[in-house]
Nanobody, 120 residues
Framework: VQLQASGGGLVQAGGSLRLSCAAS????????MGWYRQAPGKERELVAT???????NYADFVKGRFTISRENAKKTVYLQMNSLKPEDTAVYYC???????????????WGQGTLVTVSC
């Protein structure tokens, strides 16, 4: 199982970026997907998650600015980031709960991380 993230880069404050993350490989199903981030010297923190039903959960610091979505058929999760601030600078990691077979519990899988840098 692999999670391939893309879409990071350098943007000015107030700008926008869209991150994508696709799950690939051999598995039975994809459950909740989400995005986390880790800034230099800080712990990894939750940004947003989305269930297969489409129900979402956001960290307070991104509410109203970021939108998480997914395409179940493509096993892909997106993070639309608007009104970016310098404090959003971090490595963003996608996460997915994946069930390898119908008889096993879900496990957590992580993408490789994509760097988002927001300049003043």
């Amino acid at each position: 199982v692999q999670l391939q993230a893309s879409g990071g880069g350098l943007v000015q404050a107030g700008g926008s970026l869209r991150l994508s993350c696709a799950a690939s490989g051999s598995f039975f199903s994809v459950g909740t997907m989400g995005w986390y981030r880790q800034a230099p010297g800080k712990e990894r923190e939750l940004v947003a998650t989305i269930m297969t039903s489409g129900r979402t959960n956001y960290a307070d610091f991104v509410k109203g600015r970021f939108t998480i979505s997914r395409e179940n058929a493509k096993k892909t999760v997106y993070l639309q980031m608007n009104s970016l601030k310098p404090e959003d600078t971090a490595v963003y990691y996608c996460n997915s709960k994946i069930q390898s077979t119908p008889y096993r519990q879900e496990n957590d899988y992580w993408g490789q991380g994509t760097l988002v840098t927001v300049s003043c």
